[in-house]
């Protein structure tokens, strides 16, 4: 009988440069059979069809993941025009076609404008969302069209790249929640024809951008070469998903309580009530993410609201 490998305590986050065709699931899967790791996870799922930036977080970083899911977010896409695909992008079958749109480019430019902003968003059936427990495409695939809410959304930038007769090549930049491939048949629609995405690529996730990223090539090559302990010099500390928010420095005796799940009183502070803080130790290592509170009318105090594991 096989035994299997241990898996190991990590802590830390990577950025992986998640390639054409694999389920964020599985790069992740994969990532995770390398490091030997044993808790893992990701801040916002990719499809196959697209690569780019996908943040993996280990160990102690998983309790700060959703600080990347609601991150903003940047891609470029090709817009195939003509055809409309049952997924909205190339792997799905084609239930639609239409006659090329008359483009120039000061039309094409002229619609980017018009989507510029906040809006409402309608989810495609193909999406990972659930109804009543079962994934969305899970439903389509059984021929099933389920009524979805819209969703707010912000498209804060949109690029024209390139185009030709019968494609546009844009870069989104957009909030969480964004489904590209909506926004390439809306945008197809409003040129006079059809369309769907031949091709995605996430370029930013937050403040992570695609020439940070490792591929799994890469992480493979090192594995073969030096082993998953050498593969430990591809993450970042667990606090770089939370670099954009105010830290704050810890004496011994607020650090003792705040690890205790305790509050600690903050004698003298320029945070604001219902701040989130990254905190450190005296010896200037991250511990957690703290909340101010109100200890009385002029009293601030620390309340610990997700902390790193001692051990």
């Excluded at 008359?102 to 309608?122: D, N």
Aim: hydrophobic share 40%; proline share 4%; aromatic share 6%.
């Amino acid at each position: 009988m096989q035994r299997k490998t241990p898996r190991r305590r990590i802590d830390g986050v990577l950025l992986l440069d998640k390639p054409l065709g694999w389920s964020s699931n599985r790069a992740l899967q994969k990532v995770r059979w390398l490091l030997k790791a044993k808790k893992g996870g990701h801040t916002g799922n990719l499809d196959p069809l697209a690569s780019g930036v996908l943040p993996l977080c280990f160990g102690d970083a998983t309790k700060f993941a959703q600080f990347g899911l609601e991150a903003d977010k940047a891609y470029v896409t090709r817009i195939q025009l003509g055809e409309q695909r049952d997924t909205g992008d190339a792997e799905g079958a084609v239930v639609a076609t239409a006659t090329l749109p008359q483009l120039t480019e000061e039309k094409i430019l002229k619609q980017l404008e018009a989507f510029r902003g906040e809006q409402e968003q309608v989810p495609p059936m193909y999406s990972a969302l659930k109804h009543q427990g079962k994934k969305l495409y899970e439903l389509a695939r059984e021929g099933k069209e389920i009524e979805r809410k819209p969703r707010r959304i912000f498209l804060s930038h949109l690029k024209l790249l390139d185009w030709g007769a019968d494609f546009l090549d844009i870069q989104v930049h957009c909030s969480k929640g964004t489904y590209i491939r909506v926004l390439g048949e809306d945008l197809a629609l409003a040129l006079g024809s059809l369309g769907y995405l031949a091709s995605l690529r996430r370029i930013q996730s937050g403040p992570f951008t695609e020439d940070q990223l490792v591929s799994l090539a890469e992480l493979e090559e090192i594995w073969e070469a030096e082993g998953e302990l050498a593969l430990e010099a591809t993450l970042h500390p667990v606090d770089l998903l939370l670099e954009h928010l105010p830290s704050y420095a810890l004496n011994q005796e607020q650090t003792y309580a705040l690890t205790h799940g305790q509050s600690a009183k903050l004698l003298d502070s320029s945070l604001g009530i219902g701040e989130n803080v990254r905190l450190y130790s005296p010896e200037e290592q991250f511990i957690g993410l703290g909340e101010v509170r109100s200890a009385s009318e002029s009293t601030l105090e620390m309340a610990p609201k997700k902390m790193c594991s001692s051990g």
